[in-house]
C-alpha cells in the first residue's frame, strides 16, 4: 500500500530512526512559530543554552494572544520578544496583525 501524505513528509526530513509506529524519530524541522503566552520562555531558554540563532529554515515570533491588558506587562514582554527574535533571526510580527496560525499560514505555508 502507497504511503500517507503525512508518511511522505515524514520520510522526506527523517534523520533518525525508522518510519516504524510507535517507534522514536528524528526530524529535520523546517518552520516554527511561538506565540506571546510561550515565545519569553522559548527566548529565555535560547539565553540559557547560549545559542546563536534558530536552526530553522523560517522561524516566526507572533504577539496575538496577549493584547488587550491595561498595564505594562504584556507592552514589555512585546519588547522583549521583538528584541529577541531580531537577535536569534526570527520574524517578528506585531501586536494586531492577526491570529498567528492564520497569519502564518497566509505568508508561509509551503506544501510538504
Given amino acids: 500500500m502507497g504511503q500517507t501524505l503525512t508518511e511522505k513528509i515524514l520520510e522526506d526530513h527523517l534523520v533518525e530512526g ?3 509506529t510507535g517507534e522514536e524519530i528524528g526530524i529535520e524541522i523546517d518552520q516554527v512559530l511561538a506565540q506571546d503566552t510561550t515565545g519569553t520562555l522559548v527566548w ?3 539565553e540559557a543554552l547560549d ?3 534558530v536552526q530553522t529554515e523560517l522561524a516566526a515570533q507572533y ?3 496577549q493584547t488587550y491588558q491595561f498595564d505594562f506587562k504584556n507592552t514589555d514582554d512585546h519588547r522583549f520578544l521583538r528584541s529577541a527574535a531580531g537577535t ?3 520574524h ?3 501586536p494586531g496583525n492577526g491570529i ?3 497569519v502564518h499560514k497566509e505568508n508561509f505555508a509551503a506544501p510538504g
Fill in 18 to 20: 525508522d518510519l516504524v
Fill in 44 to 46: 529565555l531558554q535560547f
Fill in 51 to 53: 545559542l546563536d540563532e
Fill in 63 to 65: 504577539c496575538d494572544h
Fill in 88 to 90: 536569534y533571526g526570527a
Fill in 92 to 94: 517578528f510580527s506585531r
Fill in 100 to 102: 498567528c496560525h492564520n
